[in-house]
Nanobody, 127 residues
Framework: QVQLVESGGGLSQPGGSLRLSCVASGFTLEKTAMAWFRQAAGKEREAVSYISIKDGTTYYADFVKGRFTISRDSAADMINLQMKDLKPEDTAVYYC????????????????????WGQGTQVTVSS
C-alpha cells in the first residue's frame, strides 16, 4: 500500500526556519517524481517544489525560490523541504505528493499529475 507521511510542520516566527520531511512506504523512490504542495485556508492547492528522484532535477515556485530547498535523503525513502526566511504568507497545510507516471515529469506543478498524497502537515508563520 502506497503511503506518504509528512512531518516537521509547526509554528515559526517570520524569518524563521522549518524542515519538513516526507517518508514513503509501499514503494521505492527510484524513478519517482515527488513534490511539495501547499494549501492555505480558502485557497487552492499550489505547487511549492518538485524533485525527480531519477535524475535529481528540481523546480521551485517563484515565491519560494532562494528560501526553500527540496532534497532527497538517500539513506531512506524520504524527501525533505528545508524552509528558511519564512513569511506569514507561507502559512498553509503542506502536502507531499508522488507519482511514477510520465505526466508528472511533463507537468510537475499540476496537482492532477500525482496520485499519491500525504495527509498534510500544518505550517504557521506568525509573530
Amino acid at each position: 500500500q502506497v503511503q506518504l507521511v509528512e512531518s516537521g510542520g509547526g509554528l515559526s516566527q517570520p524569518g524563521g526556519s522549518l524542515r519538513l520531511s516526507c517518508v514513503a512506504s509501499g514503494f521505492t523512490l527510484e524513478k519517482t517524481a515527488m513534490a511539495w504542495f501547499r494549501q492555505a485556508a480558502g485557497k487552492e492547492r499550489e505547487a511549492v517544489s518538485y524533485i525527480s528522484i531519477k535524475d535529481g532535477t528540481t523546480y521551485y515556485a517563484d515565491f519560494v525560490k532562494g528560501r526553500f530547498t527540496i532534497s532527497r535523503d538517500s539513506a531512506a525513502d524520504m524527501i525533505n523541504l528545508q524552509m528558511k526566511d519564512l513569511k506569514p504568507e507561507d502559512t498553509a497545510v503542506y502536502y507531499c505528493a508522488a507519482s511514477t507516471a510520465a505526466i508528472a515529469w511533463m507537468y510537475p506543478f499540476d496537482v492532477h499529475s500525482y496520485k499519491a498524497w500525504g495527509q498534510g502537515t500544518q505550517v504557521t508563520v506568525s509573530s
